[in-house]
């Protein structure tokens, strides 16, 4: 359930954690596994997307959003260490999620990394999903595509 903003107080909007807002754009690294998106409006835009319905078109869909896991107050990783950890979280969890290894789908599996400032910041995360040239209806989790 949501309460609409006309029904509280201004600062105030109340959302379960069993509903997902819909149409809403927010900070790429806030969505969560399952969420679908357009991958061309994370390309041309800003850091924001819209979180779309999985049943109406998309192009992108998380299989992995969750934190790298290094030593306490690490550096900022090299491209070596984000390719490391790519292969280590990004690669298993698309065939966990997707049902086949990237290798064989016709999709591909991207990842976007924590920007260096929000690293300092102490945001230490990767988003990990599944992106396919056709947009599709439905969820990519278990199709085997």
């Not at 029904?7 to 997902?20: D, G, H, K, M, Y």
């Not at 969505?31 to 924001?48: P, T």
């Not at 064989?104 to 990990?128: F, P, Y």
């Amino acid at each position: 359930m949501v309460t609409r903003p006309s029904q509280l107080p201004a600062e105030t909007v109340t959302v379960t954690a069993t509903e997902t807002v819909l149409d809403k754009k927010m900070f790429i690294h806030r969505l969560q596994v399952g969420d679908c998106f357009s991958n061309q409006e994370w390309v041309d835009g800003d850091g924001m997307v819209t979180r779309l319905s999985c049943q109406d078109e998309h192009d992108a869909e998380v299989v992995f959003a969750g934190p790298v896991t290094y030593e306490a107050d690490p550096p900022y990783p090299s491209d070596e260490q984000w390719k490391s950890y790519y292969h280590q979280y990004c690669e298993p969890m698309f065939k966990q999620y997707v049902g086949v290894p990237r290798s064989e789908s016709q999709m591909e599996a991207l990842w976007i990394t924590t920007a260096e400032s929000d690293w300092e910041k102490g945001r230490h995360n990767v988003l990990c999903y599944a992106k396919a040239d056709t947009p599709w209806k439905g969820s990519a989790k278990g199709s085997n595509r």
